[in-house]
């Protein structure tokens, strides 16, 4: 069964490096999400993606983050200069049809820690 | 505004009893409501979802959830809890007609099982 994949599975950098966090969605899904999950938090929405454009962000998704599909298969986040408070698990999702009618099918998550 | 809300934090039933976990949603527009499992080091996994017709839903590994709109709720049951059923266990709701696709989850139930 096709699965959403995610690299790397744990990541360690130092506070204000750039980190990017990568995802390989389902092949012929066409809606891409990044969520979060800071330890002991709900689960909390970041970014959707469709059509190469943000079709919607949360308040978390400030100026520092950005998000990209490269190359037709990846699909990044991106975390320029990196907070102590940005240490959560990062979970991508993607969907094939609209969310409206879809359900998402999430990766196993990268392990985000800021030094 | 816009909230799930899973009163119990952890729940421990002994294997082979039956299991409710409690799911109680804020939403202003037409919901649709998933529940979603995560075993240790494991992504998200679907159970089960609904979106509309028949208020009963069937889901993988022998759940069943049942929305009831008057009581905003949508729990989660399963008649005979086995051992492997341990995981923590996420309800989480969509606007019908987000594009965005943005799904807020509740902060999640732990479930141990007892031999």
């Known amino acids: 069964e096709p699965e959403v994949t995610q690299t790397p599975s744990h990541q360690v950098t130092q506070m204000g490096q750039e980190v990017i966090l990568r995802c390989v969605p389902i092949?012929?899904?066409?809606?891409f999400y990044w969520y979060r999950q800071i330890l002991g938090q709900k689960v909390e929405f970041l970014v959707s993606?469709?059509?190469?454009?943000?079709?919607?962000k949360s308040e978390i998704f400030d100026d520092q983050f950005s998000v990209e599909r490269p190359d037709g298969s990846n699909f990044t986040l991106k975390i320029r200069s990196t907070k102590l408070e940005d240490s959560a698990m990062y979970f991508c999702a993607s969907s094939k049809d609209s969310p409206s009618t879809d359900t998402q099918y999430f990766g196993p998550g990268t392990r985000l820690t800021v030094l | 505004a816009q909230s799930v809300t899973q009163p119990d934090i952890h729940i421990t039933v002994s294997e082979g009893a039956s299991l409710e976990l409690r799911c109680n949603y804020s939403?202003?527009?037409?919901?649709?409501l998933f529940w979603y499992v995560q075993s240790p080091g494991q992504g998200l996994q679907l159970l089960l979802k609904y979106f509309s017709g028949d208020t009963l839903v069937q889901g993988i590994k022998g759940f069943e959830a049942e929305f009831k709109r008057s009581q905003s709720s949508f729990n989660l049951r399963k008649p005979s809890v086995h051992w492997s059923d341990a995981a923590e266990y996420f309800c989480a709701v969509v606007g019908a007609y987000n594009q965005g696709g943005k799904l807020i989850f509740g902060q999640g139930t732990e479930l141990s099982v007892k031999p």
């Open positions: 092949s012929n899904h066409l809606y």
């Open positions: 939403y202003g527009a037409t919901p649709y």
């Open positions: 993606f469709y059509n190469n454009e943000i079709s919607e």
